[in-house]
Structures are given as C-alpha cells and as structure tokens.
C-alpha cells in the first residue's frame, strides 16, 4: 500500500480500485483484464499529467516522501561488497551518515551518504538523518582514506540540515562543516556527489564540494527549509502560516533541479521514475548508476592538477552579482 501526497488523491483513487480489481480476480474465474488494463493506462495518464505542472513546494514533499530511496538503499542496488566504516576517531559514531567502502561497476570506491532512516524507531536513532560534527569528521576521515589509496569518492545527499542542537553547537558543528568545505577542495581523487532528497544547507554542502553535482528530479537543493524561510519573512506575533507562505518561499527559493541547473549550480538532472523514485526504486538506481558510470569515467582520465583546478574554479564561479554598468 503505498503513501499518497494530497495531490496524488485523484491517482490514489484509481489505483486503490485497480487493486481491489485485482483481488477480486485472484484465483476466480474472471476475465477482468482488459478493465484493468484501461484503469492501469487512465492512471498513468493522470499521474502524468500531475507530475507535469507540479510547484516547487510539491517538489519538496516528493524529496521527502517517506518511501523515497535513501543512501543504504541504493548501496543495496548498486554496489557491491559494501564495508561500512564507524566513528570519527574523537567522540562517537554519528548514524546519520552512512560511510565506507565499496564496489561500483568493478571500481572500488568511499561512498558516504546521509541515511533518515525507516520507521519511528531507527528515524529517531539516526537523528532524521541530521548529522553531528562527528558525522561530518566520519566523513573527512573516510574521504582522507579514499584519497590515501586513490579511490573516487560518491556521496549521497538526503539532509533537512546539520543538528543545530546545543551538543552538537558545543562540539563545534560549524567548524566541522567548514573544516569539510575545506578539505575537500584539496581531496586529490574524484569526488561527485548526487543530491537524492533533500539538500538542506550546510547540512548538505559539506558533503557537495564535488567534481559533479547532480541531482535526482524530484530532489531539492537550498540554504534553507521552505518551512524556516516562510517563518522568518511572515511569521508575525505567533501567527501561524501554512501552504500558501510554503508556496511562496518554495518558488523564491529556486530549489528544484530546473532551477539549480539553469543557474549553473549543479551538472545533471537524473530523470526519475513517473511519480518519483519511490514508485520503482530499481529503475531510480539503474539511472542513477548509468550517470555515476559516465562520469567516473571522464573524471578517472584527468590528471589531479586538472581536477583541483576545475573544482575550485566550478565553485568559483556560482553566482554573479547583478548590477549597475
């Protein structure tokens, strides 16, 4: 049974009658087939006509859809020989990040990504996939090793942003992001990072400074939550706000990847499945995979100069100012 966002409701419907039809024939003599077929095609045709006008803000509830793949899943489909790596030598493991070493397309690879985690009980273990300072120096120290034995390094984006709880301020969260932002500018091997959720902030950056950004299509990328920059600018006298400021901090913030890409922030858009990731998390990988493979590819071939200066100058030159001649 799968969750439906309110503006899924018309395809919930059909779908939902779709597999009642389907239960019914089950094991009895009805030949209903051709019905389904008909409902089977009227549901795709509605979902497509959905997903073709969706607003930035219904972007953002597919990015954070609660049965959208997540970082151990396309592990599980992609890769091979995964060995997760634990702690940050300093304080404890931080199990909002998933980090370690594996096989991609018979290359061995660090592969590092946010993890939210499934259910109320493993959400709350991994921290709704928030991390802690020490989750960012797991990062560093798995991405050092994978620079030490010249490994390329993907990471795996799906944060609503670092903890900003008062621990993870007194163990020094932002200079544990910026000691990444940092470092891996230096990292001489082949970094490219995949935006497969949520890109929320720092929370996200620190883990983005890559020779590749791509993003899934119905993934977001932004320096803040729709949610905290509709608070900010509207929020008066413990008014309460809802869909409509959502909205509208949703298309000011220019968060999609349409966007991102026509800005110049990000390199790809990985086309998804119809209706999301979720809804064919093996067809999400295999075109995540394809992408993955191209790259690696050209970015395996450059020498490290080249590399170092191609990613300082890719970050260089996001963003222009727009001014008087």
């Known amino acids: 049974m799968h969750y439906y966002l309110d503006f899924e409701k018309p395809v919930a419907e059909l779908e939902n009658k779709i597999e009642e039809l389907k239960r019914l024939a089950d094991g009895k003599d009805m030949n209903i087939t051709s019905e389904i077929k008909k409902l089977e095609k009227k549901a795709r045709d509605l979902r497509a006509d959905i997903f073709s006008k969706i607003t930035p803000w219904q972007k953002t509830l597919i990015a954070r859809h609660p049965e959208r793949p997540y970082t151990l899943?396309?592990?599980?489909?992609?890769m091979e020989d995964?060995?997760?790596?634990?702690?940050?030598r300093g304080f404890a493991d931080d199990?909002?990040?998933?980090?370690?070493?594996?096989k991609f397309n018979n290359i061995s690879i660090a592969v590092i990504g946010h993890q939210k985690g499934r259910g109320t009980k493993e959400r709350i273990e991994r921290n709704f996939g928030?991390?802690?300072p020490e989750g960012y120096r797991k990062t560093l120290r798995i991405m050092k090793l994978a620079e030490k034995f010249n490994m390329p390094i993907i990471t795996l984006i799906d944060t609503p942003g670092a903890y900003p709880g008062i621990g993870a301020e007194e163990r020094g969260q932002a200079e544990a992001i910026a000691m990444n932002l940092q470092e891996m500018f230096s990292l001489s091997t082949p970094v490219i990072s995949v935006v497969i959720g949520e890109g929320g902030s720092g929370g996200a950056l620190a883990l983005a400074v890559g020779d590749r950004v791509i993003m899934l299509e119905h993934s977001i990328y932004s320096v803040i939550s729709p949610e905290g920059c509709a608070a900010i600018l509207w929020k008066k006298n413990g008014e309460t706000i809802g869909q409509g400021e959502y909205n509208k901090a949703s298309d000011a913030l220019k968060l999609t990847s349409k966007d991102l890409k026509n800005f110049g922030v990000i390199d790809e858009?990985?086309?998804e499945p119809l209706g999301g990731a979720h809804r064919n998390q093996e067809e999400a990988a295999r075109s995540i995979g394809e992408?993955?493979?191209?790259?690696?590819?050209?970015?395996?071939?450059?020498?490290?100069?080249?590399?170092?200066?191609?990613?300082?100058?890719?970050?260089r030159l996001i963003g222009k100012l727009i001014g008087e001649e």
Request: without cysteine; aromatic residues 10%; charged residues 30%.
């Open 95 to 102: 199990p909002s990040i998933v980090a370690g070493f594996a």
């Open 269 to 271: 858009i990985i086309t």
């Open 73 to 78: 899943d396309y592990i599980r489909l992609l």
């Open 130 to 132: 928030q991390p802690h």
């Open 291 to 315: 992408t993955l493979r191209r790259h690696l590819s050209e970015l395996r071939e450059k020498p490290v100069e080249s590399l170092l200066e191609e990613r300082y100058e890719k970050f």
């Open 82 to 88: 995964f060995v997760e790596l634990h702690g940050d």
